[in-house]
């Protein structure tokens, strides 16, 4: 299937227009002509993709759409004296959790939505239980207003608990897994 | 009604909220950043959802986080209370599209309402007086003109401008060419912009505002509140009735606050806002778009609840209240803050010690108990203290005695000037203008 892609940018969600870019204009129009797709659409899902700060707009001639937003999971906790203009996703460091083990070994949701530890429901979950992580890796899906927001291992580590079921609500800042450090 | 309510507010509004909709049999939901998970509302909500980090911003401005929790909570409904998103067309809009109910009024009249200058040509149109003036100058002449048709005093001000910059008040026709010169080159200084107007310049207004319900066929106008206690625009003190009012100019208010409500077919409550000259001829300032935080004082006279008939007409049930209601006695609201009672700066911290005061006729509304921590993010407002009595001579006498009795230590608070204020000859025997706490510090 050939598809319109378009990258985020790096700066996790900075507020849509900045940054943000179609990958390869020329590709992208070679891409929209083969595939039946006019440039004027494929512009059209760019300026939405910026707009949302999608990560990936997946078209096909049938008119189905696919987007895909992909955010680092929670970051790594410590405490560079944060200036002013930090960028609006990046994370608090996580409520104190009574007898919890040392910050950074848990990723959290960032922000309230669905939890699915799978692309689809058919597919196999992302991670299991003493699967290692690298830094990077899409660990589970957020779904928050229709959006599936692909959350990432922000260091390396080994999954020694995943602390919330497939399908479950999710809060801010809720802790979704816990890594050990490998 | 409703089954389930999100409130997307805090502090002592979003408990409010949670008040009715526990007494209405519905359920709520509250929502809250991480610096107030263990705030009241949060824990006397039926359910929680954190929204987000303490900046306001991505917590209770976050629009996406906010419908996010409504759609995992499965409520029906979201009450914005006062501030944050309260007055926000772009949100009810949001709201709705997502199926669930505003309880505000049409994003629409939001919308045209908060622009002030739509504002004053829909409330011109319906035959509500507002603050002579002109549009912007073309040249020295139209001033003139203008001044001939207003009378002096007018005040200069800036198109562009706000806070003081570029405004120059015009008492003697002769020195009207260099204020205007020197309102133009502030104007251009401060806001690159020498763009002026004229308006009547009022020397000591006084701040009354109407109560109203519409249900977009009908309305009425629920009594008036004084709001003239304020520093630098903030209310302190509001008390319903006014003693500003005689009953003639009372009912012409009200009737013009009623018909405004009807003409814009305004459905919920929401407050007209108008400037008393010392003439008690008032003019229309703006119009708020929700609840409001002295909307306690209006209750307590009526014997009314605003937030439950609030939800009933977002509800889309008829107006109940006749415009033959009348108020009983006299109430009094003070708003206490987390301040310095002499820089006014806010004053975070955790509360120590806590007393509230009780007794006959009086209410306190507020999200602050012991060991309570004043979180730095939000506004400071720590409580509303209202008593209610037969008359307004009795109801300071009552405030005097719960101010005595409202004990907080661990943050520093507006207490003090409260009690000042209540010995204040002027403010006590009614003669207030919304300087008069200026001459007060002074």
Known sequence: MKSATKKGSESKGKGGAKGAEVRSPETAARAARSSGIDLETVRELARIATELNLSEVEADPSGRIRVRRRLGGRRVVEAKADSVSRPPITLAPPPPVEGAPEPGTFISSPFVGTFYRAPSPEAASFVEVGDTVRKGQVVCIVEAMKLMNEIEAEADGKVVEILTRNGEHVEYGQSLFRLAKS | ?442
């Open chain 2, 1 to 442: 009604m409703f089954k389930k309510v999100l409130i997307a507010n805090r502090g002592e509004i979003a408990l409010r909220v949670i008040r009715a909709c526990r007494e209405a049999g519905m359920r709520s939901v509250a929502v809250h950043s991480t610096a107030d998970a263990d705030a009241l509302h949060v824990r006397f909500a039926d359910e929680k959802v954190c929204i987000g980090p303490p900046p306001a911003r991505l917590s209770y401005l976050n629009i996406p986080a906010i419908i996010s929790a409504a759609e995992i909570s499965g409520a029906d409904s979201v009450h914005p209370g006062y501030g944050f998103l309260a007055e926000n067309a772009h949100f009810a809009e949001v709201v709705q599209r997502c199926g669930l109910h505003w309880i505000g009024p049409q994003p629409e009249v939001m919308r045209s309402m908060g622009d002030k200058v739509s504002a004053r040509k829909l409330m011109s149109a319906a035959g509500v007086p507002i603050l002579p003036g002109t549009g912007v100058l073309e040249n020295d002449r139209d001033a003139e003109e203008a001044i001939e048709r207003i009378g002096l005093p007018v005040i200069i001000k800036a198109s562009a401008g706000g806070g003081g910059r570029g405004m120059k008040i015009v008492e003697d026709i002769d020195r009207l060419h260099t204020l205007l010169a020197q309102a133009r080159s502030e104007a251009q200084a401060g806001f690159g912009n020498p763009a002026v107007y004229i308006e009547r310049y009022i020397a000591r207004p006084r701040h009354v505002e109407v109560q109203v319900l519409g249900d977009g066929t009908k309305a009425v106008a629920l009594g008036e509140r004084e709001c003239s206690i304020q520093r630098r625009h903030q209310k302190l003190v509001e008390e319903a009735p006014s003693v500003a009012l005689e009953d003639a100019r009372r009912a012409e208010l009200l009737g013009v606050a009623r018909k405004a409500t009807l003409a814009i077919g305004y459905k919920t409550v929401g407050t007209l806002e108008f400037l008393l000259d010392e003439d008690k001829r008032f003019y229309f300032m703006e119009m708020n778009t929700r609840i409001q935080v002295e909307h306690t004082v209006t209750e307590e006279v009526f014997g009314v609840d605003l937030v439950r008939e609030q939800m009933r007409l977002a509800a889309g049930e008829p107006l109940r209240i006749g415009n033959d209601i009348r108020p009983r006695g006299h109430a009094i609201e003070l708003r206490i803050n987390a301040e310095d009672p002499v820089t006014f700066a806010p004053s975070p911290g955790r509360i120590t010690a806590l007393n509230l005061p009780g007794g006959l006729g009086v209410r306190v509304d507020t999200h602050i108990y012991t060991n309570y921590v004043v979180p730095p993010y939000y506004d400071s407002l720590l409580a509303k203290l209202i008593v209610r009595a037969e008359n307004r001579p009795a109801a300071l006498a009552r405030m005097r005695r719960a101010l005595a009795e409202f004990v907080v230590e661990g943050c520093k608070t507006n207490l003090d000037f409260h009690r000042r204020l209540l010995a204040n000859a002027d403010f006590v025997s009614g003669r207030m203008d919304t300087h008069l706490v200026e001459r007060m510090s002074g």
